[in-house]
């Protein structure tokens, strides 16, 4: 039983961490596009390079973007195809976080630095997610369980269950 509940709580990790991806996404997104909006007003000056640097990031931005929604339907419909496909996709956060966490220390202020939220986000997205794909390569076994039984078959209470192995 102890594996069960092992298992559910590393599938809603996984699941977790699926939709963080997502919303880390979507957060590139709205910056690619706050950054071309910014570098295309006739008055930008030298803020026109805002837009060089947006359509550097669009691809690499919509390529995470799109391996984030697959990690999600990964995750939801199998655990552990999601758990191993978000693991690119956390080590590119935890690099984000790092390099979001060096530019806020040579800034000289970090107290008062925008930077440090999502720096910690990454950080933490990133690290957890790399640490759940090496849980489940030492431990298969806690990640193999879906929390849903396959289609045409019911669900089983957790007393049925224990009730059957008394037996």
Not at 87 to 93: D, K, R, Y
């Amino acid at each position: 039983m102890e594996g069960d509940v092992r298992t559910r709580r590393v599938a809603h990790l996984a699941r977790a961490l699926a939709v963080g991806h997502v919303c880390v996404a979507v957060a590139a997104i709205i910056m690619v596009a706050v950054l071309l909006y910014a570098g295309t007003r006739p008055n930008a000056g030298f803020e026109g390079l805002y837009a060089l640097f947006a359509v550097v990031l669009a691809i690499p931005t919509a390529l995470f973007a799109v391996a984030a929604v697959r990690g999600v339907h990964l995750t939801f419909r199998e655990p552990p195809e999601g758990v191993v496909g978000s693991a690119v996709l956390g080590a590119t956060e935890g690099a984000l976080g790092v390099a979001f966490a060096a530019g806020v220390a040579v800034s000289g202020a970090p107290a008062s630095s925008p930077l440090i939220l999502p720096a910690v986000i990454l950080l933490v997205l990133g690290v957890t997610t790399v640490w759940l794909t090496v849980l489940r390569a030492r431990h298969p076994s806690n990640c193999r369980a879906r929390l849903t039984p396959p289609r045409g078959q019911p669900r089983r209470s957790a007393s049925a269950s224990s009730r059957r192995g008394k037996r």
